[in-house]
């Protein structure tokens, strides 16, 4: 008879989860270092995703003015060239210091910043992050959004070893809701009152997808 001492058997065999499936590799904080230092550019068939220079200023402007653009973000519509100045500003010092910045959405046939995208908030011990994005009103309803986030999601799938991406809108916001579905998200509920902006408590739709997901409607889609 063995002592109450002895060995004990291990739970599951080394290099298996609780389950006996392969362990899922962790997630590597070193990942996050440098990167919004040399964010890439990244190229889809009508846009270019790339860092946001002092140039682009006046794009900016062209929509972050737009009282429609701001109806539904936590930012306040631009008044001035001058908002819209400290905003690129801002973004280009966070480069500087790798702080989390968007990129800039060029539309290759106007060859002019129409909007940005990118990660909001980024966990990399937990290989999670959150996205976030505005678009010119004038090109709404022409798939240009979903583009730049398929992109998006897949670089950070692909070279941000992400397991979980998310993004959040407004129940009254479908059009970005209808962004993160063609985007492959699934929506995972309500989350009530969790943010105060613009002088009210407002819910979130919580919308996410997870890397094994998006693998396989990527290799579904044509």
Known sequence: MHGSNGPKE???PPGTGRDGQPAER???PELRAGFFRNLPVLETARLVLRPLTLDDVDDVYRYASDPEVAR???WEAHRSLEDSRAFVEAQVQAYEEDQIAPWAMVLREA?????????VAWAPRHARAELGYAMGRSYWGRGLMTEAVRA????????MGLNRIE???IPENR???RVMEK???RYEGLLREVMYSKGRFVDLCLYAILRREWAVTREGRP
């Open 10 to 12: 291990p739970e599951h």
């Open 26 to 28: 962790a997630p590597d």
């Open 72 to 74: 539904y973000t936590t």
């Open 111 to 119: 060859g002019r910043v129409i909007g940005t995208t990118g990660f």
């Open 152 to 159: 998006v999601v897949a670089y950070g799938f692909t070279r």
């Open 167 to 169: 993004a959040r809108c």
């Open 175 to 177: 059009a970005s809701a």
């Open 183 to 185: 985007a492959g998200m």
